[in-house]
């Protein structure tokens, strides 16, 4: 057997994002708008005699199978996962474009990564469908993650779109009448890091456990959220990127109240100067606290709006909506 390659991008919800968490999304029906881009995770698996070996250079660690370590850790349950299905010899690289924990997905594209990079290996066939639904049981209930359903479908499905979630289906309206917006959307586009990362599990269950409490005003603002992932929609279709951005402003102002870490003052900061030097829209990624923040520019501002947000962050990218989803090849 020759090296195998198993890629998942990035996404980037642009609104909706808290409304396909449960209980809420079992109950009310979440909805979202999102985009896989062109920074994602890659997995290399080499074969040989030897027993399993998984490395990350984002982790910095490495594991092998067979040698003793401590339960929790991602990288030995990860390997124990490889181990279940049958794969226990040769070695797996991982390379990430973010850092984990960045709020773009990553997680989930790991997820998807490995269980593509697992069939792959099995030779045994899967449609991205089936892949994200068995990742969203695996970080859920294996690794313990607390995640809206969105994000291994992001990853897996690929492309720009919005995403229903409701009565256990979901469905997804890809939205091929608006492409001259996304292609607009998109070069206004920018990701701005935070300077750390966290883990968003810990930020995403106080919102859980308000929602399971029946807290009113959780619900409230969620089915607003919801909402607004509609608004969304209609203003792609209607290609009018004032309502899509007003949209993406609403819905960080409604975030923000769903727990009392989502922002900070450095996050609150960013936004600020963002919004005073060129952001029509402007928002934080992922369940809140650190990571990534999205910026759209104004028409005509994007370079001035990136060298501004260069100033106070390290990092300021401009991004590319990616159409493939989840994939194995065989690297060159």
């Known amino acids: ?14 609104g909706g994002g808290g409304t396909d968490i449960n209980p809420f999304c079992e109950t009310y029906g979440g909805a979202v708008v999102n985009t896989a881009i062109d920074r994602g995770v890659t997995l290399i698996y080499t074969p040989d005699e030897y027993e399993l070996e998984i490395s990350s250079r984002d982790f910095l660690r490495s594991v092998i199978i067979g040698k003793e370590n401590e339960e929790d850790d991602v990288l030995h349950k990860m390997s124990m996962l490889f181990q279940g299905r049958g794969i226990d010899h040769g070695r797996i690289a991982i390379n990430a474009g973010v850092p984990p924990g960045s709020g773009l997905g990553s997680s989930s594209a790991l997820v998807t990564a490995v269980l593509a990079l697992i069939y792959r290996i099995k030779g045994v066939m899967n449609d991205p469908w089936q892949i994200a639904r068995e990742a969203f049981q695996i970080e859920r209930d294996y690794f313990g993650v607390t995640l809206g359903k969105q994000d291994p479908f992001a990853v897996s499905l690929g492309g720009f779109k919005f995403m229903e979630f409701k009565s256990g289906k979901e469905t997804i309206d890809r939205m091929t009448e608006s492409a ?32 399971k409490k029946g807290s009113q005003e959780v619900v409230s603002n969620l089915l607003k959220m919801r909402d607004l992932a509609y608004e969304m929609r209609s203003a792609a279709k209607d290609n009018d990127l004032d309502r899509f951005t007003g949209a993406i402003n609403e819905g960080w102002t409604l975030k923000k109240k769903l727990g009392k870490n989502v922002s900070n003052d450095k996050i609150d900061s960013i936004i600020k100067t963002a919004s005073e030097n060129g952001a029509a829209g402007v928002r934080l990624m992922g369940g809140g606290g650190e990571g990534f923040i999205l910026a759209i520019s104004k028409k005509n501002q994007l370079e001035t709006l990136q060298k501004s947000l260069m100033d106070i962050s390290s990092f300021v990218v401009r991004v590319s909506f990616e159409q493939g989803g989840t994939r194995t090849f065989e690297p060159a």
């Open 180 to 211: 001259g917006f996304i292609k607009e959307l998109e070069k206004r586009t920018l990701l701005v890091y935070t300077g750390k990362t966290r883990e968003s599990s810990q930020v995403l269950r106080e919102q859980v456990e308000r929602s």
């Open 1 to 14: 057997m020759t090296k195998i390659a198993a890629y998942s991008p990035f996404r980037v919800s642009f």
